[in-house]
Nanobody, 115 residues
Framework: QVQLVESGGGLVQAGGSLRLSCAAS????????MAWYRQAPGKQRELVAL???????NYLDSVKGRFTISRDNAKSTVYLQMNSLKPEDTAVYYC?????????WGQGTQVTVSS
C-alpha cells in the first residue's frame, strides 16, 4: 500500500506561482511513473504532468512552458512547480503514482487562481 500526502495548494492571483508537493511512502524509484492530475468543477479529471522512472516527462498542452514536474528521490517527493498561473488552472490537484498494475491517489489539494 502506498500513501501519498499532498501539500502546497492555495489561493493565488493570476500570474503568480505555487509549488505542489506529494510525499510518498517508500522508495519512489520503484514507481513506474508519478503524475499530477487536476479536476475542475463539472469537468473530468485530466492529466497535467507525468514523470516516468526513466525521467521522461509529459505535459498537458495548456501548461507546457508554465508547469514543471520534478522529484527528489531522497525525500520520496514529487513536485509540481506552477508559474504564470491562470484562472483556468483552478482545480483540485491530485498526485498519482503507478506501481505495477495499481494506481494510487492522494487526497487532493485545492488550487484557486483569482483574476
Amino acid at each position: 500500500q502506498v500513501q501519498l500526502v499532498e501539500s502546497g495548494g492555495g489561493l493565488v492571483q493570476a500570474g503568480g506561482s505555487l509549488r505542489l508537493s506529494c510525499a510518498a511512502s517508500g522508495n519512489i524509484l520503484v514507481f513506474n511513473a508519478m503524475a499530477w492530475y487536476r479536476q475542475a468543477p463539472g469537468k473530468q479529471r485530466e492529466l497535467v504532468a507525468l514523470l516516468n522512472r526513466a525521467g521522461n516527462t509529459n505535459y498537458l498542452d495548456s501548461v507546457k512552458g508554465r508547469f514543471t514536474i520534478s522529484r527528489d528521490n531522497a525525500k520520496s517527493t514529487v513536485y509540481l512547480q506552477m508559474n504564470s498561473l491562470k484562472p483556468e488552472d483552478t482545480a483540485v490537484y491530485y498526485c498519482n503514482v503507478e506501481l505495477g498494475w495499481t494506481n494510487y491517489w492522494g487526497q487532493g489539494t485545492q488550487v484557486t487562481v483569482s483574476s
